[in-house]
């Protein structure tokens, strides 16, 4: 296969980027390093997110029922299982809320698909109350490990490398075309030849399993593990509105959203811990009004912009048919 | 003809009470340039939307080469070799030209891949008249240009037969020459076409034979000459005092 120069470059300083941020835990410790870890979680689960809700246009708000399976596939078993295992049944765990949402959800577009997956979150989120309340004897469930923050800040890169270079090889396969024809027509995506079904779930399953494995990553941290905080809806919607912040369409663009949304929150819940549900509703209006396709989708436009009206009378004519 | 391309058998489509296509059965055969004609609301469309899957026939069946592809899904009878334009022009918004032709070479029966799915999409945009304008934005181009890609694209998939949807509906006097002349091209490289399409000049330059449906029934089939004259045809286009 033959790869674009470009790409090359990018993959490369991508990679070295990388590295330089694995040796951020050698440097500092306590606030900059917890701070690093919320960006990797983010960074992980956005990309993850826009992966799949990207180019087929369907917002998923179940990233909340994701890592809240992941999360709990480390509380169950973190006592009898070894930490890789955890992560491979995570994987597995996600992979299969994402076929049984994937199935149920085919024919839904649009507003439907979005209120089903928020209404999936939940529903779960209360079947483990309800299972631990009655079976379980308490609420919730204790992880201790010897995981320190670096560790968990190590994974989380390690897991951000790997989704960058998953999605980059989805872009380059049939099944990243298939899904931009979706996005753009499903009839006209059919009437192709494309599987659309099978596109649609293969991928959320890709994207599920990663903001699984995220999630399990992450329970370490919290130590006590209960529904409300690993089913959090708010993490559904950080994860939909740094990726809209940052731009689709392109596989960096939610990073360009995640890293100032997150230093931004950090200060706002620590500053005005009573109003943060308050912000982030504003800041949701404001992107979607000011910044309809993200920051990299205005620098996209704002640069085929400039060269339109350098190229002269021919561009134009072109905008004006628009 | 031996064996029929296409062979259509009592194909049956009901929505409720209404019997959109009633007990329909007509043959193609390979290489023919088929007109399916009738007045608005006889159940051409839906005739169509039965051979591409995009719906299921109530009952009858559906034979490609003699394979059922009646009632399959429509990526796989895409697959199969069925390819279609649609009645209101359908392109890829987001894609350019040579990138809304190449969806149609990944995915139809070709099943190519990068720089061959490519080389022929360039080659399929220079034939439909489109030579120099690949790597424009599809939004950006004219109606007619529009229609040149929705046909690339078809055409990409290498199907056995071709669907074209009123294809030249909405064309000005001179563009309709160049769909005209482009149609009968396609056609006598051997391509098996169907075409619905209410311009009667196209219909009698372009097919051999032609297949008349009204109120959801055939009610004719044959050269087109002999059919555009026969009185029940008139009749159903023109109500019973002008027959």
């Not at chain 1, 295992?85 to 439907?112: C, E, H």
């Not at chain 2, 939307?49 to 299921?56: D, E, R």
């Not at chain 2, 034939?127 to 939004?139: A, H, S």
Request: net charge neutral; with cysteine; aromatic share 8%.
């Amino acid at each position: 296969m033959n790869i674009p120069r470009n790409e090359i470059l990018a993959l490369g300083a991508g990679l070295a980027g990388a590295a330089v941020l694995a040796l951020l835990p050698l440097v500092t410790e306590g606030f900059w390093l917890s701070i690093g870890v919320n960006i990797m979680l983010y960074a992980v689960m956005c990309t993850a997110w826009a992966l799949f809700s990207g180019p087929t246009h369907l917002v998923s708000l179940a990233s909340a029922a994701f890592f809240g399976v992941g999360t709990y596939a480390v509380a169950i078993f973190i006592d009898v299982l070894p930490f890789p295992v955890l992560i491979l049944i995570a994987i597995a765990a996600g992979t299969v809320l994402a076929l049984l949402v994937g199935l149920a959800t085919l024919r839904l577009s649009g507003v439907y698909f979005v209120i089903f997956t928020l209404g999936l979150a939940e529903l779960i989120g209360q079947i483990v109350t309800w299972v631990q309340t009655n079976f379980g004897g308490a609420i919730g469930l204790y992880v201790f490990t010897d995981f320190t923050e670096t560790h968990l800040y190590w994974m989380l890169l390690a897991l951000t490398v790997v989704v960058f270079i998953t999605g980059w090889l989805v872009n380059r396969s049939r099944l990243g075309l298939a899904l931009r024809i979706i996005g753009n027509d499903e009839a006209v995506a059919r009437h192709v030849g494309v599987n659309t079904a099978r596109a649609r779930i293969i991928l959320f399953a890709i994207s599920g399993s990663f903001i699984a494995v995220a999630g399990a990553i992450m329970a370490p941290r919290y130590s006590y593990i209960t529904p409300d905080a690993a089913f959090n809806p708010m993490t559904s919607f950080m994860v939909v509105i740094m990726p809209m912040l940052g731009g689709t369409r392109r596989l960096w663009g939610p990073l360009v959203g995640v890293v100032p949304f997150t230093l931004i929150m950090d200060f706002i819940s620590s500053n005005f811990p009573n109003q943060t549900a308050v912000i982030v509703g504003i800041a949701f209006l404001a992107i979607v009004y000011v910044l309809p396709d993200g920051v990299t989708g205005w620098l996209e436009t704002m640069f085929h912009r400039r060269r339109s009206t350098e190229n002269g009378p021919l561009a134009k004519t072109a905008e004006e048919v628009k | 003809m031996s064996v029929p391309l296409l062979s259509i058998e009592r194909a049956r489509k009901t929505f409720g009470g209404l019997v959109a296509v009633n007990d329909v059965s007509f043959e193609v055969g390979q290489g023919e340039l088929l007109g399916l004609i009738g007045p608005n609301g006889s159940g051409k469309t839906t005739m169509l939307n039965l051979i591409s899957g995009a719906l299921s026939p109530t009952s009858g069946s559906i034979r490609l080469s003699g394979q059922p592809i009646g009632g399959l899904p429509v990526h796989k009878i895409a697959r199969i070799g069925v390819a279609r334009t649609f009645q209101l022009v359908r392109v890829l918004p987001s894609m350019s030209a040579v990138e809304n032709v190449v969806a149609g070479a990944v995915f139809g029966r070709n099943r190519l891949w990068g720089s061959e799915a490519r080389s022929l999409a360039y080659e399929l945009l220079e034939r439909v008249g489109l030579k120099g304008r690949e790597e424009q934005p599809v939004t950006a181009m004219t109606y007619i240009d529009q229609k040149r890609i929705e046909l690339a694209r078809a055409l990409a998939g290498n199907p056995h037969v071709l669907l074209l949807d009123e294809w030249l509906a909405g064309l000005n006097p001179s563009e309709l020459r160049i769909g005209i002349d482009l149609i009968r091209e396609i056609s006598t490289q051997g391509r098996t076409i169907i075409m619905v399409e209410h311009v009667m000049d196209a219909i009698r330059s372009l097919c051999g034979r032609c297949v008349v449906m009204s109120s959801g029934v055939k009610i004719a089939d044959g050269p087109s000459a002999d059919v555009l004259a026969d009185p029940e045809v008139v009749r159903a286009y023109l109500g019973d005092d002008d027959a």
